[in-house]
């Protein structure tokens, strides 16, 4: 089993930036990809980011591309969420999660059922 921590979340100005860091440990060698999804107050869980453990796909979903970069530190194992120009719709709580190789060549970083580990999340704000 993966364990997932993430950390990084707080309060900020609409335009400012965060960095999410998502550790991982344990059975990490399983690991496929993580992904960052997000879930606001009264809304569904949604994707935001994801990449293979060895960098060689990314995903990034319409709302975050060109402002979010995901990257990852193999040696630490931990997957980065940088986040620039938030805008207030981007508040939530971020989880990070991980997936396992389920056929070879392919992978499912948009589909949260797919990913068998969760960290506890971590609360973004952005306030105007």
């Known amino acids: 089993q993966v364990q997932l921590v993430e950390s990084g979340g707080g309060l900020v100005q609409v335009g400012g930036s965060l960095r999410l860091s998502c550790a991982a440990s344990g059975r990490t060698f399983n690991t496929y990809a993580i992904g960052w999804f997000r879930q606001a107050p009264g809304k569904e869980r949604e994707f935001v980011a994801a990449?293979?453990?060895?960098?060689?796909?990314?995903l990034y979903a319409d709302s975050v591309k060109g402002r979010f970069t995901i990257s990852r530190d193999s040696a630490m194992n931990t997957v980065y969420l940088q986040m620039n120009s938030l805008k207030s719709e981007d508040t939530a709580d971020y989880y990070c999660?991980?997936?396992?190789?389920?056929?070879?060549?392919?992978?499912?970083?948009?589909?949260?059922?797919?990913?068998?580990?969760w960290g506890q999340g971590t609360q973004v704000t952005v306030s105007s």
């Open positions: 999660a991980s997936q396992r190789l389920i056929v070879l060549g392919s992978w499912y970083p948009r589909t949260s059922d797919k990913y068998d580990a």
């Open positions: 990449i293979t453990w060895s960098g060689d796909r990314i």
